[in-house]
């Protein structure tokens, strides 16, 4: 694999250094294990549903974090009747810990979390703040505005009159 320098982006970029982060945490990602398998859907225009296959895991065995735009999904299944009792002629479905993370864009938030039929649903959003947001600016009527006037008094000082 080619490995890929961002340094030049840097010269002329400022707070962009997050990115390479990024990019650092996609590769480790991609080397990693492929369990539990997922999906990321986009529902809306500010609107996401990552889904999971966890069959085998209860809802208290699955936890949920999101910091600093990281989402953590992690599961630890309960353990069931000792292994010495249970004999598989095969064994397909893959009930091990686990733990995948995902990295959120800015002002993603998560809204809630479902599990039903084995699958976990997690959903998202994108909740700009106002502040954030892009705010029209009205165009005056080019007449400039009233500015005070400034007059000098009798014994020499500059007072702004009304």
Excluded: C, W
Excluded at 128 to 144: D, M, T, Y
């Amino acid at each position: 694999m080619t490995a890929f320098d961002p340094s030049p982006l840097f010269r002329s970029a400022i707070g962009f250094d997050r990115l390479s982060r990024l990019v650092d945490s996609a590769r480790a990602a991609s080397e990693g294990s492929a369990y539990p398998p997922y999906n990321i859907e986009k529902t809306g225009d500010d609107a996401y549903v990552l889904t999971m296959a966890v069959a085998g895991f209860a809802a208290e065995d699955l936890e949920i974090t999101a910091q600093d735009n990281v989402l953590t999904v992690s599961g630890k299944a309960a353990p069931t009747a000792p292994e010495q009792e249970r004999r598989f002629l095969h064994r397909g479905i893959a009930g091990r810990a686990f733990e995948r993370r995902f990295v959120l864009a800015d002002h993603i938030q998560v809204q809630g979390a479902d599990l039903a039929n084995g699958l976990l649903h997690v959903s998202l959003k994108r909740e700009v703040p106002e502040a954030l947001k892009p705010r029209r600016i009205a165009i005056g009527s080019g007449q400039p505005a009233e500015r005070p006037v400034i007059e000098g008094n009798s014994n020499g000082q500059q007072a702004l009159a009304a």
